[in-house]
């Protein structure tokens, strides 16, 4: 079992920046994929960024040049940095993980959410 813990989100200025953190914890033997989704009011769930246990990161086109994700293998940590906020970024944003190889799916495992708000 994973357990995975989010922090950083809050309320934020059109511009500004926010970094996210989540932290897997629990019983595992390695964590493969983590990544960060997003959902806002009456929408569906959407990747914002994945990054491989080696390090290599996709992003949604949404976020390309403004958010940037990370990880510490050593602590098992993800993290979102954001840049450049803007209101149509502000939803529940979730940490995924996964303990397997391949890419995350509703499967995984998954955080229980922070609220980012992005003010106009």
């Known amino acids: 079992q994973v357990q995975l813990v989010e922090s950083g989100g809050g309320l934020v200025q059109a511009g500004g920046s926010l970094r996210l953190s989540c932290a897997a914890s629990?019983?595992?033997?390695?964590?493969?994929?983590m990544g960060w989704y997003r959902q806002a009011p009456g929408k569906q769930r959407e990747l914002v960024a994945v990054?491989?246990?080696?390090?290599?990161?996709d992003y949604a086109d949404s976020v390309k040049g403004r958010f940037s994700i990370s990880r510490e293998n050593a602590n098992n940590t993800v993290f979102l940095q954001m840049t450049s906020l803007k209101p149509e970024d502000t939803a529940v944003y979730y940490c995924a993980a996964k303990t397997g190889p391949g890419f995350i799916d509703m499967s995984d495992y998954w955080g229980q959410g922070t609220q980012v708000t992005v003010s106009s």
């Open positions: 990054i491989t246990d080696g390090g290599m990161p």
């Open positions: 629990g019983t595992f033997f390695r964590i493969g994929m």
